[in-house]
């Protein structure tokens, strides 16, 4: 099959093949709400464009490491382009099972002419990872609990208070966020966490302070999980991406409101698998033009409350494309939303990843 790419006016480029044969490419995610997004906003328009491109989704992101590493050693490759947090993308970039990519060659500038890379900026952390998305892992709670008296969770401490908010919690089952968020409601200061967690004794101070909370918590791994457990009056605070919540309160229209309080910001984006077949590779850099462009990152903000990762996409940030509600104000990087935040260290996890996952897995099974 010939691949032939041109440019469209728009900026963005459409793969067009010769041949009776539909190219399947495997694109990994993360499920619910958010994939959704991503089909609305670049898979659907892009095969719309490209009727020999047919794209396949497999939600296995939060395996993403593991998988690829046994699908190098098995030499069986068989996702083509995969989303992942940044240190999961450093990783992997480090360990040379992501492409290296030249972001001004392969990738749209801005409208005005501004380099990809300079338009990414500083959100390019890795060589291999191209940003989609800042996104917020965060809190959400059911506003009807009446075992709380008409008190309201406001900070990320009342977590761990049964007493005054009684009731199961949902947290994620890996040590990422759960283990800065034990630190600090056990009284270290924000700018020490990660001096603290480098130390075995800091481990063990996280690790006791979830004990705390432990036989009242429902342990997660996909992000859609936290939302229906909410929906479903299974726990009633849980941890999950603010997109997920923002799904769960505008669109299903659930009694539940954020907790914003130490939210932690994060990166998502795109790495491509190293060692391609070459004609998978030409597929995957042609659809990576088209959703990395401006015009498509502010478009995926019209169905999710993620910030777009290129600083020319901001303004174009509009309305929700069903709701018709301002998207802005949703936003976990909106000033309302963002008076105490927690800046996510994706070097240290990356880092420090594999060792403390071995550690919370152990304490989990405790």
């Known amino acids: 099959m010939k691949l032939k790419t041109l440019l469209l006016a728009g900026g963005a480029s459409a793969m067009m093949t010769t041949g009776a044969l539909a190219l399947d490419l495997t694109f990994v995610s993360w499920g619910g709400a958010y994939q959704e997004s991503q089909k609305n906003a670049y898979t659907e328009p892009y095969m719309e464009m490209n009727p020999d491109i047919n794209v396949i989704w497999d939600e296995s992101s939060n395996e ?3 998988k690829l590493r046994a699908m190098n050693e098995a030499g069986n490759l068989t996702w083509d382009l995969v989303d992942v947090v940044a240190s999961d993308a450093i990783r992997l970039c480090d360990e040379g099972l992501a492409e290296e990519i030249d ?44 075992e709380w008296g008409g008190r309201e969770p406001d900070d990320i401490c009342d977590v761990f208070d049964l ?87 505008e669109e299903q229209d659930q009694p539940v409101k954020m907790l914003w309080d130490a939210q932690v910001f994060d990166l998502d984006g795109w790495i491509v698998p190293a060692g391609l077949p070459e004609e998978r590779k030409k597929a995957v850099m042609d659809f990576l033009f088209f959703a990395t462009d401006t015009q498509r990152l502010a478009d995926q903000a019209k169905y999710i409350s993620y910030g777009p990762a290129r600083k020319s996409s901001a303004p174009l940030v509009g309305q929700h494309a069903e709701l018709g509600i301002d998207m802005a104000p949703h936003m976990p990087t909106d000033p309302a939303n963002a008076t105490n935040t927690f800046l996510y260290n994706y070097e240290w996890w990356a880092d420090y990843r594999d060792d403390l996952d071995a550690k919370f897995q152990a304490w989990l099974a405790q």
Not at 131 to 139: A, D, E, K, L, N
Not at 198 to 219: H, S, Y
Request: net charge negative; charged share 25%.
């Open 64 to 66: 993403a490491v593991a």
């Open 163 to 249: 007493e005054a908010f009684p009731g199961k919690r949902s947290l994620e089952k890996r040590p990422i966020n759960n283990m800065e968020w034990a630190l600090l409601c056990d009284g270290v200061a924000k700018e020490d966490v990660y001096d603290v967690l480098e130390t075995e004794e800091g481990v063990d101070r996280a690790l006791a302070k979830l004990a705390t909370i432990k036989d009242q918590v429902v342990w997660w791994s996909a992000g859609a999980e936290t939302p229906q457990l909410l929906a479903d009056k299974e726990v009633v605070i849980g941890s999950t991406y603010n997109g997920r919540l923002f799904s769960l309160i």
């Open 103 to 146: 972001f001004d060659e392969v990738l749209a500038a801005a409208p005005d002419g501004t380099p990809a890379s300079e338009d990414f900026g500083d959100l390019i952390v890795s060589d291999c990872f191209i940003p989609q998305i800042v996104y917020s892992t965060t809190f959400g709670y059911r506003s009807d609990v009446e």
